[in-house]
């Protein structure tokens, strides 16, 4: 297990372990995906008070909690770079960043397309929708920071401590609905059949929840890889590889 | 661990550790400064004073609901948290929510009589989702469970 582990920590043995990953995640999401969005959008019976606007939990809770996520492996990321200075942990740190602000995005803007029928607004100040919005900044401020130095590791190290400090912000976004009075909702309680949120409802949004952190590690494995084979342009192997890619085409 | 290491940890840990209480005492400082609206309880224990603008929020008190004017523009009802009420006055168009028995939350001023002024209305939802065939089941069973009371009502003494 330990052996694995530090092994992934190796760029090298990262490429060469996801390579027969990838097209299986993919295929495993892709199918959750469909299962879920066919069964939630079209199978799934409406909410007695929004009818069909209820459906759009099934995109806007898995992807709000998978860049929640993103930003918490983001931070791990980082620190695991500060303190051992593993390469691959910054490569996944670097990459993870920008896939987690199109899902936060997503979240908000999911969120703000239920809020307008809804509650009769796009957007309103409140503690959730504030913290998830500054979630995006903080994400946005990750990769910028890391833009903005002409070297890389000079870069990295500014950006991982930008990580670091921002993930406070997860469990504030977590509980704010329970700290302060917001407009948006507690976190669902998943109960029993004849009551509220029943199994009917709620199985396809695991579905699509699935899906959504499967798609994430496909984009996150596929940046990688991009990054490892940038990074290690001039090693033996990557050379090697090349090589070996050139004459089969 | 190597002493270097374990420095960077340090560093790493104060860092988060730093972070993480400047960000409790500022959310400390603002309190319920940071609550998106006002409680009935909270304006009866007089925290609003003035006619400023703020938000409040609460229930839709059953059977409180009047409607007025033409289309029913004009509304009146009243905000509850089961604890104390305001009297709510709004003119305009109302999400597709709001009814009574569910949250709400309005913007405007309490003007000098106690009543709020409602510049806009939000409705509220809250975090259960029911099938519409559910509901109605539950609305039945409901409806008969109150008719038997009520039949059985009249032979008990």
């Known amino acids: 297990m330990w052996q694995w582990l530090y092994k992934l920590g190796s760029p090298r043995h990262f490429y060469e372990m996801t390579t027969g990953l990838v097209p299986w995640l993919t295929g495993v999401s892709l199918l ?37 996520g993103a930003y918490v492996l983001l931070a791990t990321m980082a620190a695991m770079h500060m303190i051992w200075n593993i390469k691959m942990a910054d490569i996944v740190a670097k990459v993870s960043a920008p896939v987690g602000a199109a899902y936060i995005a997503l979240g908000l803007i999911t969120g703000a ?24 900044f903080l ?3 990750v990769m910028a920071l890391r833009a903005a130095y002409d070297s890389e590791s000079a870069g990295s190290k500014a950006a991982s401590v930008l990580a670091i400090v921002g ?16 407009l948006h909702q507690g ?10 949120n029943p199994p009917e409802i709620w199985i396809p949004a695991f579905f699509t929840g699935f899906a959504v952190i499967g798609l994430f590690f496909v984009a996150v494995i596929l940046r990688s890889r991009n990054e490892i084979l940038y990074r290690e342009r001039r090693t033996q192997w990557v050379q090697d590889l090349l090589q070996k890619e050139l004459t089969h085409a | 661990m190597n002493p270097i290491r374990k420095q960077k940890l340090l560093i790493v840990g104060v860092i988060l550790g730093g972070a993480a209480v400047a960000t409790a005492l500022l959310l400390l400082a603002f309190n319920k400064g940071l609550n998106a609206f006002f409680t009935p309880t909270e304006i009866a224990e007089g925290k609003v ?49 709001f009814r009574e028995g569910q949250g709400v939350m309005a913007d405007g001023h309490m003007d000098a009589k106690g009543v709020f002024q409602a510049d806009s209305i939000l409705a509220k939802h809250d975090e259960n989702y029911m099938s519409s065939e559910v509901k109605a089941a539950m609305e039945a069973a409901k409806n008969k469970q109150a008719a038997k009371t009520v039949a059985n009502g009249g032979a008990q003494p």
Not at chain 1, 34 to 44: M, Y
Not at chain 1, 126 to 136: G, P, W, Y
Not at chain 1, 167 to 182: G, M
Not at chain 2, 49 to 67: A, E, P
């Open chain 1, 32 to 68: 959750l995906l469909a299962a879920g969005v066919v069964w939630g959008l079209g199978f799934a019976p409406p909410d007695y008070q929004m009818g069909d606007n209820f459906r759009i939990i099934y995109i806007h809770v898995p992807t709000s909690m998978c860049g929640m």
């Open chain 1, 113 to 136: 397309l239920w809020g307008k029928p809804t509650w009769g607004t796009y957007w309103t100040w409140d503690a959730r929708l504030t913290s998830s919005l500054i979630l995006l």
């Open chain 1, 139 to 141: 994400f946005l401020g």
């Open chain 1, 167 to 182: 993930v406070v912000n997860v469990p504030i976004i977590y509980f704010s609905v329970q700290w302060w009075n917001t």
């Open chain 1, 187 to 196: 976190t669902s309680k998943l109960g029993g059949a004849g009551s509220a």
């Open chain 2, 49 to 97: 004073t003035g006619t400023q603008n703020i938000r409040i929020g609460g229930m839709v008190k059953k059977g409180s609901l009047l409607k007025e004017g033409l289309q029913g523009t004009r509304i009146e009802f009243i905000a509850t948290d089961f604890n104390e009420d305001v009297p709510v006055v709004y003119t305009g168009v109302l999400p597709d929510l």
